[in-house]
């Protein structure tokens, strides 16, 4: 029971930080592009809390598996949609203008509000409530609306309307592309941190050359003659420069025989071995049985924020590349049940273990948010670059169904993986 609170507790922090910082990206560059944040939520499903600074409504909501930044205008924005016939309660100021709009049931009543029937409304170019005061069919009224009202939604959440010029389209293109990548730069640089805060706090790092810092007793590299100090320049004929390359490249050949080229002292040499194969979550691979030089300067430790994501990256990368090598397999990817299995594991191994991971996902979120699928950041980002090219967006029409149908498709995924996840941790 305490093993699994703790789990779920870490699980919590891990998302809630990733989560937090992704959408803060977003949320940042869409202020200082001038495009109004309506809404910077954490979680997902119905709200827990609510509340406002300024002119942006924060709120944490049921479900921890997610949230979003809605800004005026953009996809993840319905707009405020009174249709004709809605019952509303409208506040208005000194001047007579519409500063506050009731929309809800779960909200009593404004003070000194006026009940107002809507037959029409336009609160994104000239701003203005029509509709009967107090039930009076008899006259139809028209009520000026402040740019900078609120209305409160159905479900109470308070949030700013969003007139034309404060609108996501309304910034400049390479101001909505900036917004689009700010999202996954926020996780890279997260990783950054994390990995340097890794390296101070244990108070050694490990190297990134090809450099043996450790040979196994009784490993393949023992057995074919590799000791601590020699330098693999060469795996298969293939030049190494780093050891997240050598990793990647001994990792890519379980159970075949494979030549090194081994710098030992002032000599090279080749040595031939065959990788012990090692299954992980499903996938195979080669382990030879070396360990990296560590270093322990205080100069090496801060710079292992960059070193460490480096090689995060480049081993997300390879992944990626290799998705759909000998054959596509949802045991290559991993949804959130694989997210909290590995939790577990981390949270028992220790905070170090946990912030490891933390960055591991920052790194893995970061880039799948950039691929080029519609509903991801790098799916918008490709319409940007589309706009750039054509100079003019595509219709809101086509991009609404290019988006409708990238959500329909990682919804899909997710449910595969997710499914797949439970089969692979929990079943089998």
């Known amino acids: 029971m305490h093993n699994t609170l703790l789990t779920i507790i870490t699980f919590i922090f891990i998302f809630g930080i990733l989560v937090f910082v992704h959408e803060l990206g977003h949320f940042f560059f869409a202020k200082k592009s001038g495009v109004l944040v309506r809404e910077f939520s954490i979680g997902m499903g119905p709200k827990l809390v609510a509340f406002r600074r300024g002119t942006t409504s924060y709120t944490i909501r049921i479900l921890p598996v997610g949230g979003y930044v809605r800004m005026a205008g953009a996809q993840e924005d319905e707009g405020d949609e009174l249709q004709p016939g809605t019952m509303v309660t409208i506040q208005t100021n000194a001047a007579n203008e519409v500063i506050r709009i009731n929309a809800s049931q779960k909200k009593q009543t404004l003070f000194q509000g006026i009940p107002v029937q809507i037959s029409a409304v336009d609160l994104v170019d000239e701003l203005w409530i029509k509709g009967y005061e107090n039930g009076d069919e008899s006259e139809i009224k028209t009520f000026h609306v402040d740019h900078d009202a609120t209305i409160i939604e159905a479900d109470g959440t308070e949030v700013q309307i969003a007139p034309k010029d404060v609108q996501f389209q309304s910034a400049k293109l390479w101001q909505r592309a900036l917004i689009n990548f700010a999202g996954s730069l926020n996780n890279f640089i997260l990783a950054i941190v994390v990995f340097a805060i890794i390296g101070l706090m244990q108070g050694f790092v490990p190297s990134n050359s090809t450099q ?217």
């Open 212 to 428: 043996l810092g450790q040979v196994i007793d009784n490993s393949v590299a023992q057995k074919a003659g590799l000791k601590a100090g020699d330098s693999i320049e060469k795996v298969a004929g293939k030049p190494v420069k780093n050891w997240t390359e050598l990793q990647t490249m001994l990792q890519s050949r379980p159970g075949k025989s494979t030549d090194l080229a081994v710098k030992q002292g002032t000599h090279t040499k080749e040595i031939t071995l065959t990788p012990t194969t090692v299954t992980s979550n499903g996938q195979k691979f080669g382990q030879i049985g070396v360990q990296q030089v560590v270093k322990r300067g205080i100069g090496d430790r801060l710079l292992y924020g960059f070193t460490g994501a480096y090689s995060t990256a480049a081993n997300v990368l390879h992944a990626l590349a290799n998705l759909f090598h000998g054959g596509f397999s949802l045991n290559k990817l991993g949804g959130p049940v694989a997210i909290f299995a590995n939790t577990e594991q981390a949270a028992q191994a220790g905070f170090i273990s946990v912030l490891l991971l933390l960055a591991f996902l920052s790194i893995n979120i970061g880039i799948v948010n950039l691929l080029p699928i519609p509903a991801l950041d790098g799916g918008k980002l490709l319409l940007n670059i589309i706009e750039a090219i054509r100079r003019k967006p595509l219709s809101e029409d086509k991009e609404n169904m290019v988006q409708i149908a990238g959500f329909i498709f990682l919804m899909l995924l997710m449910l595969a993986v997710t499914f797949n996840d439970v089969i692979r941790y929990f079943i089998k």
